[in-house]
């Protein structure tokens, strides 16, 4: 056991090692930029861009991850009767019968409830487990060893603040410094500033191609509303498997990790839609069982015959917005939907 624990802490020890790396080229740099060479009318742009930038990686770093509720957790009887059970038929039976309350829509590829046993949690849709934090994370994308943090819903948006503005920082210092980069070819700097100037533009060019792919990723699966692993491994749903299945359209899928006031955009502030748990998905209106909480499959009974369960605040928002305009619209003259009809 003793071992075991000594090597938990050597791993956690390791894992700190990229963030270290990370934070002293940053402070290299500030100290190349402003130090050494020290240009006065680039120096208010400079420190804004660092700013947030540092401010987002930190968010990014230090936000913990959300984890599921304990209403997503068995009941200590349930719990017992599951780890008794040796078959899986029976596992499952259990599972269905505590999910009935429960606002899940997606499943396993083999139709089943998703359960965590390592966490002992049903996992809620989008929900995963990331085995470097040994815990489940909410709307889980990726575990980033740069960060040493899960990305998941609680600090997503932070993550695509912190490549957005790193991308900024190092495409400003490589513009500032490319004049001078050039000096140094034709020997036109001092000694004591060509070794920082020449590895300042390298080290920013470097970054900016690295971060700019993994930027153009994100804000592609921002606008679709997926994460990393749904983008590999589509959700499964009662209709089977759909990766656009959580798409609600591009302005709907930006405003679920940006939230719906623009003038916090850009600041990493939390803002995102809902709660993690639950998540509006465009299959409820096209699957009538799609939106009950009783996920048992029963033949027997028809979707009349199975109680719906109660929408997120951000389900009944979004499909409230939906009604108010078709309403408005069928409210209209014909004049004025004549003349919407061809705008």
């Given at each position: ?29 500030y100290y190349a930029y402003v130090v050494e060479l020290c240009i006065l009318v680039y120096l208010i742009f400079f420190h804004l861009s660092f700013i947030m930038f540092v401010w987002s ?37 259990i599972l269905w019968r505590a999910a009935t309350s429960l606002p899940l829509y997606t499943r396993t590829g083999a139709g089943a409830i998703r359960y965590c046993d390592r966490c002992q ?57 490319l004049q001078y980069f050039i000096k140094f070819w034709t020997n036109d700097l001092p000694e004591t500033a060509k070794f920082h100037v020449l590895f300042l533009f390298f080290v920013a ?139």
């Open positions: 056991m003793a071992p075991t624990h000594v090597l938990r802490c050597c791993q956690r020890g390791l894992a700190w090692i990229p963030v270290i790396f990370i934070a002293l080229v940053v402070c290299w740099s990686y930190w968010k990014t770093i230090f936000t913990k991850p959300a984890n599921p509720s304990k209403e997503f957790c068995l009941p200590k009887a349930e719990k017992e009767r599951y780890e008794k059970e040796e078959r899986p038929e029976s596992q499952q039976e949690v049903i996992k809620p849709d989008r929900c995963h487990h990331c085995s470097a934090c040994d815990m489940c994370v909410l709307k889980m994308d990726h575990h980033c060893p740069w960060v040493n943090n899960c990305v998941g819903f609680s600090n997503y948006k932070f993550f695509i603040l912190f490549l957005a503005y790193s991308l900024v920082y190092c495409l400003f210092i490589a513009a500032t410094v060019a470097m970054f900016c191609i690295s971060i700019l792919s993994l930027f153009s990723y994100h804000l592609w699966l921002v606008g679709k509303n997926r994460s990393t692993i749904e983008a590999f491994r589509a959700p499964v749903f009662r209709t089977g498997s759909d990766k656009n299945g959580f798409s609600l359209g591009f302005r709907k899928n930006i405003t679920q990790v940006f939230g719906d006031q623009k003038k916090y955009w850009l600041l990493p502030v939390f803002t995102s839609q809902g709660d993690g748990l639950t998540f509006p998905t465009r299959l409820v209106n096209a699957d009538p069982e799609q939106a009950t909480v009783n996920m048992h499959p029963e033949p027997s009974k028809s979707a009349a015959d199975v109680p719906v369960s109660p929408l997120s605040d951000s389900q009944n928002r979004l499909l409230s917005n939906e009604q108010h305009a078709n309403n408005n619209h069928l409210t209209s003259p014909p004049a004025v939907r004549l003349v919407s009809a061809l705008l």
